[in-house]
């Protein structure tokens, strides 16, 4: 609804991509390392399945959105592939999402417990060139659909 309202009155909305029915998911062989760590964890799934949905609204309905936090790589891959299709669509990353992965988390500082959660080697990695290439931004208000507003 937010995002066909946004349409309407011409707005981006922004979407901090976190389904809450999966993050409780339990059958997450991860969950086990987190919790050896102190942290409950949260499937990947939890964050690309907020994407996947929203992508297919922002394409029915020609509305825009805004991918706060993205921590993964398939969530890259799945933006660029809907920006190729021309949907409308921007995303960032948090600092700490491309410079540490969840082996800090081995340390049980409290710091590191941010949300969504640190991710894998890989997943940085997909993030820094995400960065590189544009397709990510740093801070929202670099962000090219927050110009002018």
Request: charged fraction near 25%.
């Amino acid at each position: 609804m937010a995002l066909d309202y946004g349409r309407m009155a011409g707005l981006l909305i922004i979407q901090h991509c976190q389904d809450p029915t999966a993050s409780k998911c339990a059958v997450d062989e991860r969950r086990v390392l987190f919790n050896d760590f102190g942290n409950e964890g949260e499937p990947g799934f939890a964050e690309t399945v907020i994407i996947s949905r929203d992508i297919e609204i922002v394409r029915y309905l020609g509305s825009r959105i805004h991918f706060a936090h993205v921590s993964l790589r398939r969530s890259v891959e799945l933006i660029r592939m809907a920006r190729k299709q021309g949907i409308q669509i921007t995303a960032e990353a948090t600092p700490h999402h491309f410079t540490l992965t969840e082996e800090v988390l081995k340390s049980f500082d409290p710091n590191l417990k941010v949300n969504p959660p640190l991710r894998t080697a890989d997943d940085v990695k997909a993030i820094k060139e995400a960065l590189k290439t544009g397709r990510l931004t740093v801070l929202p208000a670099t962000c090219p659909a927050y110009r002018g507003r």
